[in-house]
């Protein structure tokens, strides 16, 4: 059962015909409407400006794939981290952070995966000061929560570019892992498969009610007291002229016995608080169409 959120829209149509009928046009308002995904505010989901779409709980799917062009983030100069004293030097750059990436959740954990904006590293392992798209992904589970690259310099740490072609693919496995595979598009296109520690969503054989999701979003840092960076969630989002756009999901698949996109009866849409009341204008153009797809665009509230 999903948790007990606020629903805010039902899946409903007013007629659009003229006053001769035109029931056609009647008719395709309403199979829009009633294919569009359910929508709730999860009034926890504090401390991002996030576009979500998760399937329903189920245990027929055991993994999510999507595919597109990786959106191109501008950021807000007054945002801007320098470390402070004995703060790492990863911790330089914007203190929003942008990512496009896919993720798993169960009653024991909770996986998201895919790419986040970072610091791009050489093949010997050093900062080159630019940034790009690179590969993520965190597990929460049992009170901890992990946050994991490829190795700096590794053949594992691939990066993308703003309007790249892109695919990625999360499945959860009987053994307690999951598998990430992220690529490019073309020949020579980077790309890289990951496993990774992700028990609670196995049995012994039989799988656990699960839930499949797709996001983009700019997450984001603020500042302690004595300057260092740490992550927002749990607190109120903070407005900023950052933004994502020209970005795009093609499609989202749910991976089973079939493959099924995420769209429609079988989708859900998730409101952070934060962006509930202006939601329409943060997110531009939200809608998923019958691939699972719709573009990315964030324009979160600025100061």
Same mark, same amino acid.
């Given at each position: 059962?999903?948790? /007990? #959120?606020?629903?805010?829209?039902?899946?409903?149509?007013?007629?659009?015909?003229?006053?001769?009928?035109?029931?056609?046009?009647?008719?395709?308002?309403?199979?829009?409407?009633?294919?569009?995904?359910?929508?709730?505010?999860?009034?926890?989901?504090?401390?991002? @400006?996030?576009?979500?779409?998760?399937? !329903?709980?189920?245990?027929?799917?055991?993994?999510?794939?999507?595919?597109?062009?990786?959106?191109?983030?501008? &950021?807000?100069?007054?945002?801007?981290?320098?470390?402070?004293?004995?703060?790492?030097?990863?911790?330089?750059?914007? #203190?929003?952070?942008?990512?496009?990436?896919?993720?798993?959740?169960? %009653?024991?954990?909770?996986?998201?995966?895919?790419?986040? @904006?970072?610091?791009?590293?050489? /093949?010997?392992?050093?900062?080159?000061?630019?940034?790009?798209?690179?590969?993520? @992904?965190?597990?929460?589970?049992?009170?901890?929560?992990?946050?994991?690259?490829?190795?700096?310099?590794?053949?594992?740490?691939?990066?993308?570019?703003?309007?790249?072609?892109?695919?990625?693919? #999360?499945? !959860?496995?009987?053994?307690?892992?999951?598998?990430?595979?992220?690529?490019?598009?073309? %020949?020579?296109?980077?790309?890289?498969?990951?496993?990774?520690?992700?028990?609670?969503?196995?049995?012994?054989?039989?799988?656990?009610?699960?839930?499949?999701?797709?996001?983009?979003?700019?997450? +984001?840092? !603020?500042?302690?007291?004595?300057?260092?960076?740490?992550?927002?969630?749990?607190?109120?989002?903070?407005?900023?002229?950052? !933004?994502?756009?020209?970005?795009?999901?093609?499609?989202?698949?749910?991976?089973?016995?079939?493959?099924?996109?995420?769209?429609?009866?079988?989708?859900?849409?998730?409101?952070?608080?934060? /962006?509930?009341?202006?939601?329409?204008?943060?997110?531009?153009?939200? &809608?998923?169409?019958?691939?699972?797809?719709?573009?990315?665009?964030?324009?979160?509230? +600025?100061?």
């Amino acid at each position: 059962m999903l948790p /007990a #959120l606020l629903l805010i829209a039902a899946a409903t149509a007013s007629a659009q015909g003229t006053l001769e009928g035109d029931f056609s046009t009647a008719l395709d308002a309403a199979r829009s409407a009633s294919s569009r995904p359910a929508v709730f505010v999860d009034e926890h989901a504090l401390g991002s @400006w996030f576009r979500k779409i998760s399937s !329903v709980d189920t245990s027929s799917f055991d993994g999510i794939t999507g595919w597109g062009n990786l959106p191109q983030p501008s &950021f807000d100069p007054a945002r801007m981290h320098e470390p402070a004293a004995g703060e790492a030097a990863y911790t330089a750059g914007p #203190l929003d952070n942008p990512g496009v990436y896919v993720g798993a959740h169960s %009653a024991g954990c909770e996986v998201d995966a895919g790419l986040k @904006w970072d610091h791009r590293y050489d /093949a010997e392992g050093r900062d080159t000061g630019t940034f790009g798209w690179r590969v993520f @992904w965190r597990v929460a589970s049992g009170g901890g929560n992990v946050w994991a690259n490829p190795k700096p310099g590794s053949a594992a740490d691939i990066y993308l570019f703003p309007g790249d072609r892109f695919a990625m693919t #999360l499945r !959860v496995r009987e053994d307690g892992t999951a598998s990430l595979d992220v690529r490019g598009s073309g %020949a020579g296109a980077p790309s890289v498969h990951q496993v990774f520690p992700a028990g609670g969503f196995w049995e012994g054989g039989t799988r656990l009610p699960r839930r499949f999701k797709r996001v983009h979003a700019i997450d +984001q840092f !603020v500042l302690r007291a004595d300057g260092r960076r740490i992550g927002d969630e749990g607190r109120p989002a903070v407005p900023t002229r950052s !933004v994502l756009q020209d970005g795009r999901w093609d499609g989202v698949s749910l991976l089973g016995n079939k493959t099924v996109p995420l769209a429609g009866a079988l989708a859900i849409e998730w409101r952070g608080p934060d /962006a509930a009341a202006g939601y329409e204008r943060i997110f531009p153009g939200a &809608f998923v169409d019958g691939a699972g797809g719709e573009s990315m665009v964030v324009t979160p509230p +600025q100061p």
